[in-house]
């Protein structure tokens, strides 16, 4: 499972995130492409992003949608592109998000909640509050708690 922090840079308002998500990655040439920005995600090893991996995203301290990859992690032929918000941005890389599983969460979540439910269920404490992406191991009990959420 992988949280994937959405900057206030990008999306400044709400309208902005729910456009991004309910039209712009449906629009774009391969759907659901989710552009990264270099080291965001490992692309051997343990760490390594796969089909099927569950998302979640965060914005301003919240969880505002989940999902479910549809590739691992792809080398990117263009590796310029315009943000969002009309910035030139290097994307050496992007995975696919499978767009029908894009869910808002059924309850409000902050990532103080991610980090309780995430420890609960796993053991594993983490920040989800900083900066870095963060990568925990799926789990049985986590899948069950994700699958509540669609």
């Not at 999306?11 to 774009?28: A, C, G, Q």
């Amino acid at each position: 499972m992988r949280v994937i922090k959405l900057s206030i840079d990008e999306f400044p308002n709400i309208n902005s995130l729910n456009t991004y998500f309910d039209s712009t990655l449906k629009e774009r040439d391969s759907v659901g492409r989710f552009n990264l920005t270099k080291g965001k995600i490992a692309s051997k090893g343990k760490k390594a992003l796969f089909n099927g991996e569950m998302l979640l995203f965060t914005w301003k301290t919240n969880l505002v949608r989940i999902a479910r990859a549809a590739s691992s992690l792809i080398s990117s032929d263009s590796i310029s592109e315009f943000t969002e918000t009309g910035n030139l941005q290097e994307y050496p890389h992007f995975f696919l998000i499978d767009m029908d599983s894009v869910r808002k969460p059924i309850r409000s979540l902050s990532q103080s909640d991610l980090n309780r439910i995430i420890f609960e269920k796993t053991g594993e404490e983490i920040n989800t509050i900083g900066q870095a992406w963060n990568w925990v191991n799926d789990s049985d009990e986590l899948e069950d708690w994700f699958e509540s959420q669609c």
